[in-house]
């Protein structure tokens, strides 16, 4: 959603994008090319290349090391200013800093409940659409018996490992923002992006100085696409994992500018 408000914008993010998917219909705006190469990278490594892992080592062979550096240093020739968004960035924040360490990093904090709900909502969901192409009977026997029992043995089964996930990914991304100069980056709830993206707009373009041409946040944004936040704490049965997440997500409140 941001990515593809910066891309209207006028932000180059990316030459080649994913496209729509089951619990992104609108579009991933995710640069194929950083795609890619990660997971090429955890799949050496003997991880599933969705990223969804943690507290993983990761190593990356000199070829792979010479790949990424062949296409950051294409971007940096074809275009003066560019970004891209790629969740799997956030398992590779040391090495980016590293390879481009004047590069500018936008860093939208989302809450552990709406994100694990967001991503259990989209694999039942490539669930489902597997049953709607069965057979008639097969389909209503779904619909009417084994949906709802499925759903909620699956959100019980993989709710923690998620929110583990997310705890892996924002301590990542913390331990980035914690060794930066504060002129490096911006931190905003995306659920203020609605309300505040002047302000946002402003401070990409007058603190960084990129030059893009504003398009309203509203124009792009649909409030019935974003996942609803249900309750997951009741799906963890470790109570000090969700005590960890919310400290987490209270940390983000030290770096934010635009509250």
């Not at 969740?87 to 904090?109: N, Q």
Request: proline share 3%.
């Amino acid at each position: 959603l941001i990515t593809n408000w910066l891309f209207h914008c006028g932000l180059q993010v990316g030459e080649r994008l994913l496209g729509a998917g089951e619990g992104n219909k609108e579009g991933h705006y995710e640069d194929v090319e950083f795609l890619r190469i990660h997971e090429e990278i955890l799949a050496a490594n003997g991880y599933t290349p969705t990223g969804l892992i943690h507290h993983k080592s990761i190593h990356i062979s000199e070829y792979q090391l010479e790949k990424l550096k062949a296409i950051l240093k294409v971007k940096a020739h074809r275009f003066d200013q560019w970004g891209w968004k790629e969740p799997r960035t956030c398992l590779f924040l040391d090495l980016y800093r590293k390879l481009i360490p004047r590069a500018k990093h936008l860093v939208i904090v989302r809450e552990y409940v709406a994100v694990v709900h967001s991503l259990l909502k989209r694999d039942f969901d490539a669930l489902d659409s597997r049953y709607r192409h069965r057979s008639l009977f097969t389909r209503l026997t779904w619909k009417l018996f084994r949906k709802n029992g499925k759903r909620k043995r699956y959100y019980r089964k993989n709710a923690t490992e998620y929110l583990q996930v997310w705890m892996d990914y924002n301590e990542h991304i913390l331990d980035m923002l914690d060794k930066m100069p504060q002129d490096d980056y911006l931190v905003i709830n995306y659920s203020l992006l609605e309300p505040r993206d002047t302000d946002v707009f402003s401070f990409l373009t007058g603190k960084w100085d990129f030059k893009l041409e504003y398009f309203p946040f509203g124009k792009v944004y649909k409030k019935e696409l974003i996942s609803a936040k249900n309750d997951i704490d009741r799906l963890i049965k470790d109570p000090a994992l969700i005590r960890k997440a919310r400290e987490l997500g209270d940390r983000f409140k030290g770096y934010m500018r635009i509250i």
